[in-house]
């Protein structure tokens, strides 16, 4: 019996015909355009009535906020994914300028609903909250009061919203332009490539070393040939949230980024200094490796090569299998629900130019589908990117039942999930391995996943927390940008480099993301967050699938600190969670050591 073959190409058709050209998805956005108009007057109504709303009126409103967001992230989600797939789709460039404004136009209106929330006191909203359709959605409720009463009145943050549109979310789009029109021409095999960034920066992973830098030269000139733009692009996203928060009397520019991660600095200062405080074992790793590479010291464009001169190549077929494999040792549901993910085409994997870099997963909820966008050409780490997107798409499967509201969980929980689905994967690769050469070369996949998440991502904090200090007092030149990172860089590796990439700033598409601020440590918080649920499902076996969906389907209705204490029975504030987490870490590296001695 030959095995499934598994399409490379996702099917967007499903939800529009057409593409970019659609007449089915125009008629979306003007439904949706309707309902977000229906919303806000009936939010508004209230709010300008004599009389006060009650949990009727309140269920009502929320009844139609969520088909209203449905609609609204079912149009995001396609507009993703059509940019992704084509970055030169001019149509799907505009047609994310409309979904932008219905973005705005929908976030007033939630102004005006939250602001309604904030009207009660607290008598009056304990009384809400006895109703019984609402007191689910206490948590989140109230979480939206609490906010809306530390913001400026409706009709200011509704202007901010407004002014976002151009002078925000524009920024953001304007970095998707630079990118699509950035090409890498690389001479390998005889002849020049014109490269997407996606395609060359899977080349960092070629055993050439030759060919390696031979990217890495022409990435870093790429990029900086565009600093001007970039610059003056994150200059902008920057000080229009700066500004927003010196209107709202916010000082601290993390203050956002934690409440919406639903964590307490406390927890992400703890997290840090203990990341901090034993990064010796990574430094050892990276020296290593430079020992069995035979070089000096490693420069960035050699953190990801392999140790083998054999390029490990996985076809797509093999690699989809072995997640599948894997997944069903764990528990039925995350097996059952990759698969249907492979076999009914919500992955785009091909790999081809014109595609977006990088991997994400997004989610349609009025067809309750996901889809998943990456390029594979055969590495060990694209393994780990299609298990990682595919954990993320299991964390909305588990959460399917609940409403929409219970289903808006943080960043750094969805990490969590991903990253538990790569841990899966990345320990049965290592256990399954045929020959020491490949149990070597998976075993170092999992150590380099530490090094990201506990130095790359690092650099990424250091630079932007410095970056947003010298922006409030006013423009920072590509140059000082280049300088912050590399100094970002050459800390959060303890000097372990001989060659570092000060344009990193421009290259990441993280720091001009204007629907989340801090696209960093939200990483790493779930990198170790997973560890220790990770640690406790191998302890308990083949039944804790359960347990995993229990916690999966809190994550958006309770801190992080309250579900740690709930279902892994840890403090976050203090050391002890996170010393076990990175010990975990750790203990790669030893393995790894002890095993390249000999060598």
């Known amino acids: 019996m030959t095995a499934t073959a598994y399409s490379t190409v996702w099917d967007l058709d499903t939800f529009f015909k057409g593409g970019s050209d659609s007449k089915e998805f125009e008629q979306h956005l003007q439904t949706t355009r309707e309902h977000i108009q229906s919303f806000y007057n009936q939010v508004h109504k209230w709010q300008t009535s004599n009389s006060a709303a009650d949990a009727k009126d309140i269920n009502a409103m929320i009844d139609l906020f969520q088909q209203t967001a449905k609609k609204l992230r079912q149009a995001g989600a396609f507009v993703n994914c059509l940019q992704a797939q084509n970055t030169e789709d001019r149509k799907a460039k505009a047609l994310r300028g409309s979904t932008t404004e219905l973005s705005a136009e929908f976030q007033t209106a939630l102004t005006v609903f939250d602001q309604l929330l904030a009207s009660f006191d607290e008598a009056g909203w304990k009384n809400i909250l006895k109703d019984e359709s609402l007191s689910e959605l206490a948590f989140v409720l109230t979480e939206r009061r609490e906010r809306a009463a530390e913001k400026r009145s409706q009709e200011e943050e509704s202007v901010i919203n407004a002014l976002a549109i151009d002078g925000y979310h524009g920024w953001g789009q304007m970095y998707d332009v630079i990118v699509g029109n950035i090409k890498i021409s690389v001479r390998e095999d005889g002849e020049e490539k014109q490269l997407s960034v996606g395609q060359a920066a899977n080349k960092f992973s070629s055993p050439d070393r030759s060919l390696r830098k031979q990217v890495f030269d022409k990435w870093e000139k790429a990029w900086s040939g565009q600093a001007d733009y970039l610059s003056k692009t994150l200059n902008h996203l920057a000080g229009f949230r700066l500004n927003v928060y010196k209107l709202r009397g916010w000082e601290d520019f993390l203050k956002e980024p934690l409440s919406l991660n639903r964590m307490k600095k406390e927890t992400l200062d703890t997290m840090w200094e203990v990341i901090s405080k034993n990064k010796a074992p990574l430094v050892r790793y990276i020296e290593r490796k430079a020992e069995l590479l035979g ?16 390029e490990m190549k996985v076809s797509y077929q093999e690699g989809a299998r072995f997640i599948l494999e894997q997944f069903s040792q764990f528990g039925e549901e995350m097996s059952a629900f990759s698969e249907k993910a492979f076999e009914d085409k919500w992955i785009e994997a091909e790999d081809r130019p014109g595609k977006s870099p990088g991997g994400f997963h997004t989610y349609f909820p009025e067809s309750s589908q996901s889809r998943i966008f990456m390029t594979y050409s055969g590495t060990p780490s694209n393994i780990s990117t299609l298990a990682h997107e595919l954990g993320h798409g299991f964390h909305t499967y588990a959460m399917k039942e609940l409403h929409l509201l219970n289903r808006s969980y943080a960043m750094n929980v969805a990490e969590t999930a991903s990253t538990f689905a790569e841990m899966i994967v990345a320990d049965a690769s290592v256990k399954n391995a045929k ?3 490949e149990k070597l070369a998976l075993l ?3 150590v380099q996943r530490s090094v990201a998440l506990l130095m790359n991502i690092h650099a990424r904090f250091l630079f932007e927390s410095r970056f947003y200090a010298e922006r409030k007092k006013g423009n920072v030149s590509a140059e000082r940008l280049n300088e912050l990172m590399a100094e970002a860089q050459k800390e959060a590796y303890g000097n372990a480099l001989d060659e570092y990439h000060p344009s990193f700033w421009a290259s990441k598409l993280h720091f001009y993301i204007t629907g989340v601020p801090f696209y960093n440590f939200p990483y790493t918080f779930g990198y170790l967050f997973s560890l220790g649920i990770y ?5 308990e076996g083949k039944g804790y699938e359960e347990k995993y969906i229990a916690l999966l389907k809190d994550t958006a209705s309770m801190t992080v600190e309250d579900l740690a204490m709930k279902h892994l029975k840890a403090d976050l504030t203090k050391p002890e969670f996170w010393k076990s987490a990175v010990q975990l870490c750790i203990d790669d ?5 002890a095993l390249t001695e000999k060598k």
């Open 295 to 310: 070089i000096d010291k490693l420069s960035w464009y050699d953190l990801d090569a392999p140790l083998s001169k054999t």
């Open 435 to 437: 020959t020491e050469e």
């Open 535 to 539: 640690a406790q499902a191998i302890e």
């Open 589 to 593: 590296v030893e393995e790894f050591l």
């Open 444 to 446: 170092e996949e999992k």
